[in-house]
């Protein structure tokens, strides 16, 4: 609990949590980063010096403050904790995956992110420093240039804070914006899902309230700017340590859970294959693991089965979007019951989920298949500025998630298909027309398909099937070279088959589904 005399014992919210934790034992190590330990008292100061210097900018309540920095890094933390103190939402503008740091967002789309935002600062590092300062000054005044050691002409350097002096923190408001999160959108342009503090902060609580192990002690591999977030924020108010990695790579994850003594970690699912197929060759200590939380596509039951083999009881399968947070989990008991692995588990305890007919407010019977539709209290507010899109899924308190999927008797969810025709290929949403738009802009190119192929391990790849016009001449290696040149090396089709027709299905469009199962067929040995 906040003592009376610090500066943020008003605010009510989990960065006040955070920050009594890191003052009650200052001299002890919180984060590890890139081999170096940071102690409680440098976090705490860190957010006081931001929170400071954003009120002298006068960025406080309402206002938003952009994030561009090292993934991962401290300053991803702190950042975010220092504008909520004052009242702040944050964005963040490096990448929308979140699966992987790799990606990294154009500058056109960084600009327009800020923009449509409205944000009043952009929070940076030397390394982001460039490219920030880049996108202040197209920005024409509009946004200030914020962060700790930088030289451009302009630019706002976060210096120390005296503690005793700061201005009182805001209070925490559970209706005001707190972030606004960043994702691929079907329009090939990131679409902002607003989520309010009262989302993040049940978020946070329901998490804390999970930490049952006396020293709790956080691996981070996945990107900050999503999923993984409040579970490092629970595991600081809790007192315990947040050990940053900028990737999942399969042997610095092994290695730092017998390090660091880690007690829980989040990671994608192809994520965990890796991890089992690691410890075939470099078995690891995992006396420490109470959790290995895994998510964000589809799980193949016989993999997963191995990893419960390979590393006991300790596997948790969590299925969520971004939009309303968690949704449903196996937990470790489950991964040894084969009669379950198929599911994505029951919904945890603060969520109501119904199966509906598709466009209906109507439930179906158990057993039957619908669209999965939720209500939580970690449901985002809106997409931002889409009221249309907003309109289609959030209605009458409940979210309508796009999946189609069936309840078991015992409340366990099954998942059988996307809604819309979408791709998910390494954590990234990747919408088939877009990618055929590019592709059918290429000269030569008749007709295009782009369709999802999942391999042996339930994972989708992109694939692609063109027709080329008479004499002209299109390869693969075009193909692949415009699609990554005009969206992402995500969109990227990882296969292109050229064909003299596209097969067509009863409603004239092209018969992807028979394309896709004559690509899985060609596959079996004969």
């Known amino acids: 609990m906040a003592v009376p005399d610090e500066w943020w014992a008003g605010h009510g ?67 975010r904790y220092a504008a909520h103190l004052v009242g702040a939402a944050v964005c963040y503008v490096r990448s929308t995956n979140p699966g992987s740091a790799a990606p990294v967002l154009s500058e056109e789309e960084q600009l327009r992110i800020l923009l449509d935002t409205r944000a009043r600062g952009l929070f940076t590092d030397t390394a982001n420093e460039d490219r920030a300062k880049r996108l202040v000054d197209r920005a024409r005044g509009l946004v200030a240039l914020v962060g700790f050691d930088l030289g451009s002409a302009g630019a706002t350097a976060v210096a120390p804070a005296d503690r005793a002096n700061l201005a009182p923190a805001a209070a925490w408001n559970p209706a005001a914006l707190a972030v606004i999160g960043f994702t691929s959108g079907s329009t090939g342009r990131a679409k902002g899902i607003s989520l309010q503090a009262g989302a993040w902060e049940s978020t946070v609580v329901a998490t804390e309230e999970s930490i049952t192990e006396s020293d709790p002690a956080i691996l981070v591999t996945t990107p900050l700017s999503h999923t993984v977030a409040p579970m490092a924020d629970a595991v600081l108010a809790r007192g315990g340590v947040v050990v940053l990695h900028e990737e999942t790579r399969p042997g610095p994850v092994l290695d730092a859970l017998r390090e660091h003594r880690i007690t829980r970690t989040f990671v994608a699912t192809p994520h965990l294959y890796e991890l089992v197929e690691h410890s075939k060759t470099a078995p690891a200590d995992l006396s420490s693991l109470r959790l290995l939380i895994y998510s964000g596509s589809p799980a193949a039951p016989a993999r997963i089965a191995e990893a419960a083999r390979a590393f006991g009881p300790v596997l948790v399968q969590g299925y969520g979007t971004s939009e309303c947070g968690r949704i449903t989990f196996l937990d470790p008991g489950d991964h040894f019951d084969e009669t379950v692995l198929s599911s994505v588990g029951r919904p945890f305890p603060e969520i109501e989920v119904e199966v509906r007919e598709p466009g209906s407010d109507r439930a179906v019977a158990v057993g039957e298949t619908g669209e999965v ?54 954590g990234v949403k990747v919408y088939p027309a877009v990618v055929e738009r590019e592709i059918q802009s290429i000269p030569g190119v008749a007709h295009a398909a782009v369709y999802g192929v999942r391999d042996e391990d339930n994972a989708e790849h992109v694939h692609a099937a063109i027709v080329v016009r008479a004499g002209a001449r299109v390869g693969a290696d075009e193909v692949r070279r415009r699609v990554r040149t005009a969206l992402s090396a995500a969109h990227v089709p990882e296969h292109v088959r050229l064909l003299d027709a596209l097969p067509l299905n009863g409603s004239g469009k092209p018969d992807k589904a028979r394309l896709r199962s004559e690509e899985l067929a060609a596959r079996v040995p004969r």
């Not at 920050?19 to 009650?24: D, E």
């Not at 976090?43 to 309402?62: F, K, P, S, W, Y």
């Open 13 to 79: 919210g989990y960065a006040a949590r955070v920050l009594s934790a890191l003052v009650a034992d200052p001299g002890r190590v919180a984060l590890h980063w890139r081999g170096r330990g940071v102690t409680a008292r440098e976090v705490a100061d860190a957010v006081a010096g931001i929170a400071d210097t954003l009120r002298r900018l006068g960025i406080g309540q309402g206002d938003v403050v952009g994030v561009m920095v090292a993934p991962n890094s401290p300053d991803m933390l702190t950042a």
């Open 373 to 426: 539709c939720v209500r939580s209290p970690h449901v985002m507010r809106e997409y931002w500025a889409d009221p249309a899109r907003t309109s289609r899924v959030l209605r009458g308190g409940w979210y309508r998630t796009g999946d189609i999927g069936r309840l078991d008797e015992r409340g366990y969810l099954y998942l059988l298909d996307r809604i819309a025709d979408v791709v998910k290929a390494d």
